[in-house]
């Protein structure tokens, strides 16, 4: 009997988390309610079309501190996950203030791109525009010393940055130079699971060069990829990080993360999910988008 047993054990095995993905058929985001039941098909995901006209303004949406963003040897590790590209930091880096209930820690940042022409790929919207890239800088509440396990199950656990990246105007090449340098790196993790390391040299504020990042939208959302935990207390600035279009087109494919893994890593506000699950989103989009105030 034992084949029966092994029979019933595979009818009854979930699939797990590591086996979804962006595009094909059998494991797209529209099979990832069934893939992570338990949050991929909430109420609270993330990302989200930010409707700017909505948006309201909250004087508790103080500027940020940031802990050793100027830190030019935080960046530790560049990674090839297979769904992106991860930076990951050095200790001691943290975000504190901007409404949030503690300071937490900055553990690692990582990109979302589309195919660096006719698709763009950032996972948040603002009225509807898609920028070409995202980038999210990933913060765990310094309560958990780093354990992203125990983050993900408090409701506000987590704290994400997201950046939008877009075309600097006019034809600079290699700009900024942080981006220059941050795109090198590419060209060595064209495998999955492969890594190098970062030469000092670089800083978070170099990366994010041209940014006001006291105007931003502030909802509480979700991890945008499984298991879609709803921990995420997102933080999204108005402007944008501009690099030059040699970076982020494919005129020089390698400095372009789609070619290191030939795939596009944004899910579609509201995805290709339910039409239920896309209108009740919307509505408390409109409840929750916060907008700082502009100090008088
Ligand atoms: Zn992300």
């Given at each position: 009997m034992n084949w029966l047993v092994a029979a019933l054990a595979v009818c009854v095995l979930v699939p797990s988390a590591n086996s979804w993905c962006y595009?094909?058929?059998?494991?797209?985001?529209?099979?990832?309610?069934?893939?992570?039941?338990?949050?991929?098909?909430?109420?609270?995901?993330?990302?989200?079309?930010?409707?700017?006209?909505?948006?309201?303004?909250?004087?508790?949406?103080?500027?940020?501190?940031?802990?050793?963003?100027?830190?030019?040897s935080i960046l530790k590790k560049i990674l090839n996950t297979g769904k992106t590209v991860k930076v990951s930091l050095g200790s001691g880096v943290s975000i504190s203030g901007g409404d949030l209930s503690e300071a937490y820690d900055s553990l690692q940042f990582h990109l979302h791109w589309g195919n660096g022409s006719s698709i763009p790929g950032s996972e948040h919207t603002v009225d509807g525009k898609r920028y070409p890239m995202e980038l999210h800088i990933v913060?765990?509440?310094?309560?958990?010393?780093?354990?992203?396990?125990l983050a993900v199950k408090d409701s506000t656990g987590?704290?994400?940055?997201?950046?939008?990246?877009?075309?600097?105007?006019?034809?600079?090449?290699?700009?900024?130079?942080?981006?220059?340098?941050?795109?090198?790196?590419?060209?060595?993790?064209?495998?999955?699971?492969?890594?190098?390391?970062?030469?000092?040299?670089?800083?978070?504020?170099?990366?994010?060069?041209?940014?006001?990042?006291?105007?931003?939208?502030?909802?509480?959302?979700?991890?945008t990829t499984p298991n879609c935990n709803e921990a995420v207390v997102w933080t999204v600035f108005?402007?944008?990080?501009?690099?030059?279009?040699?970076?982020?087109?494919?005129?020089h494919p390698e400095r372009h993360p789609a070619w290191v893994l030939g795939l596009i890593n944004a899910r579609i506000p509201g995805g290709q999910r339910s039409l239920a699950c896309i209108s009740s989103r919307i509505a408390t989009v409109i409840q929750v988008t916060l907008e700082r105030s502009k100090e008088p």
């Open positions: 595009h094909k058929p059998s494991c797209n985001d529209t099979t990832w309610p069934t893939i992570a039941a338990k949050y991929c098909s909430g109420t609270r995901q993330s990302p989200i079309n930010i409707v700017s006209a909505s948006a309201e303004l909250n004087a508790n949406l103080t500027e940020f501190t940031f802990q050793n963003y100027g830190d030019t913060n765990s509440k310094s309560t958990f010393n780093g354990n992203t396990t987590l704290a994400a940055l997201g950046f939008f990246i877009e075309e600097m105007s006019g034809n600079e090449t290699q700009q900024p130079a942080s981006w220059n340098t941050l795109t090198s790196y590419l060209a060595n993790i064209r495998n999955r699971g492969d890594s190098v390391s970062i030469a000092p040299g670089i800083s978070l504020d170099d990366l994010l060069v041209g940014v006001d990042r006291s105007q931003y939208y502030r909802y509480l959302g979700s991890l108005k402007d944008s990080i501009k690099v030059s279009k040699d970076l982020v087109r494919p005129g």
